[in-house]
Nanobody
């Protein structure tokens, strides 16, 4: 089992920045990819960003260049720096992790393939 706890959500204005953090415990390590997903009201959960143990990062197109995902392997944490936020970025953001067995794994963007999830943190962006 892995336990994930997110923090850092809140209410911001369009164009502002926000940093989300996620602390992982339990089953974590070099074979695990960590990532962020989001779910807006009435919509499905969608991939936002992910990072493998080696530090390779992956983003959905709409956040590329605005969001940055990073991880501290020694502390078992993953952060999501979100800049130039837009109203369409408003959602509950979830931290997730899943085991691939490789430090250089390319993660799936399908949330159904991720095993462990945090409770979510709400990001609200006013226009």
């Amino acid at each position: 089992q892995a336990q994930l706890v997110e923090s850092g959500g809140g209410l911001v204005q369009s164009g502002d920045s926000l940093r989300l953090s996620c602390a992982a415990s339990g089953r974590t390590g070099s074979g695990y990819v960590m990532g962020w997903f989001r779910q807006a009201p009435g919509k499905g959960r969608e991939f936002v960003a992910a990072i493998n143990w080696a530090g390779s990062t992956y983003y959905r197109d709409s956040v590329e260049g605005r969001f940055t995902v990073s991880r501290d392997n020694a502390k078992n944490t993953v952060d999501l720096q979100m800049n130039n936020l837009r109203p369409e970025d408003a959602a509950v953001y979830y931290c997730a992790t899943t085991f691939y067995g490789s430090m250089r794994a390319i993660p799936s963007r399908d949330p159904e393939t991720w095993r462990y999830w945090g409770q979510g943190t709400l990001v609200t962006v006013s226009s």
